[in-house]
Nanobody, 127 residues
């Protein structure tokens, strides 16, 4: 079966850091853009960051720009999200998702574009 599995979530104080991993099994991420999305209780899922299949092109939500960094290691079939200077408003369930990109190297923070989704990992930022 094709799976994406997030890891690295947890409880962290404001200003702290976490590194999330998204590991794929059953398929290679070489041909996929990868997005990170998050959902707070009672709110819509929102795009956080994405990275194109080549790793050259990235996008970030304005709310995380300068604090979060997305990267990928296709040899390990894994995508990472380094989160620094965390704020309480970063709290939520974080999901990684994969979008097949046969022709384009772009990525977009639009959930409907993504075919595969992980189960999510909880991030709680609180003092």
């Amino acid at each position: 079966q094709l799976q994406l599995v997030e890891s690295g979530g947890g409880l962290v104080q404001p200003g702290g850091s976490l590194r999330l991993s998204c590991a794929a099994s059953g398929f290679t991420l070489d041909y996929y853009a990868i997005g990170w999305f998050r959902q707070a209780p009672g709110k819509e899922r929102e795009g956080v960051s994405c990275i194109g299949k080549s790793g050259d092109l990235t996008n970030y939500a304005d709310s995380v720009k300068g604090r979060f960094t997305i990267s990928r290691d296709n040899a390990k079939n894994t995508v990472y999200l380094q989160m620094n200077s965390l704020k309480p408003e970063d709290t939520g369930v974080y999901y990684c998702a994969a979008e097949l990109k046969l022709l384009s190297s772009l990525c977009v923070l639009k959930g409907a574009q993504y075919e595969y989704w992980g189960q999510g990992t909880q991030i709680t930022v609180s003092s």
